[in-house]
């Protein structure tokens, strides 16, 4: 206690600075760094989570990009099917016209022929009417100038 004593110091005062200064370390290490390391917890909890939204929201972008290209494909892929069904639907339907066309012109055909025949065969049996009438006639002629 003598070397306090030569130094100057009074070891009362001394004690009571060293309460004062534990008194002032416990109230700022309640009051200041407890609150304060609580917020800083809480924002590299709310940091850190984030984080991991922002990875699940773009590993969640890249599954619905990916989808939306297989849909893509899918669809381009149908459509694909179904311009192919649709030609194969206008070839049979151009064949069908065809032979249909062709199955009706040779309807046509027939009938006009038969038609014709038939003209022909009227006409010729007119003529023969007519050249058996006239053959009647010049006979008559001949017969009755032969009797005057």
Same mark, same amino acid.
């Given at each position: 206690?003598?070397?306090?004593? *030569?130094?100057?110091?009074?070891?009362?005062? +001394? +004690?009571?600075?060293?309460v004062n200064f534990g008194l002032l370390l416990i109230a700022l290490w309640y009051f200041l760094y407890g609150p304060l390391m609580r917020l800083l917890d809480e924002r590299r909890a709310k940091i850190e989570k984030g984080v991991?939204? /922002?990875?699940? /929201?773009?590993?969640? +972008?890249?599954?619905? =990009? =990916?989808?939306?290209?297989?849909?893509?494909?899918?669809?381009a892929k149908e459509a694909d099917a179904m311009a192919e069904r649709a030609r194969k639907d206008a070839v049979t339907r151009e064949k069908q016209a065809a032979a249909d066309a062709d199955a009706k012109a040779a309807r046509i055909l027939a009938a006009a022929e038969t038609e014709s025949e038939e003209l022909r065969a009227r006409a010729l049996a007119? /003529?023969?009417?007519?050249? *058996?009438?006239?053959?009647? +006639?010049?006979?008559?002629?001949?017969?009755?100038?032969?009797?005057?």
């Open positions: 206690m003598e070397i306090f004593h *030569a130094f100057g110091i009074e070891w009362r005062l +001394l +004690l009571i600075q060293v991991t939204d /922002a990875d699940r /929201a773009a590993h969640n +972008l890249s599954k619905a =990009e =990916e989808e939306r290209r297989s849909i893509v494909a899918a669809a007119g /003529a023969k009417e007519e050249i *058996a009438r006239l053959i009647v +006639l010049g006979a008559e002629k001949a017969l009755s100038g032969q009797r005057k």
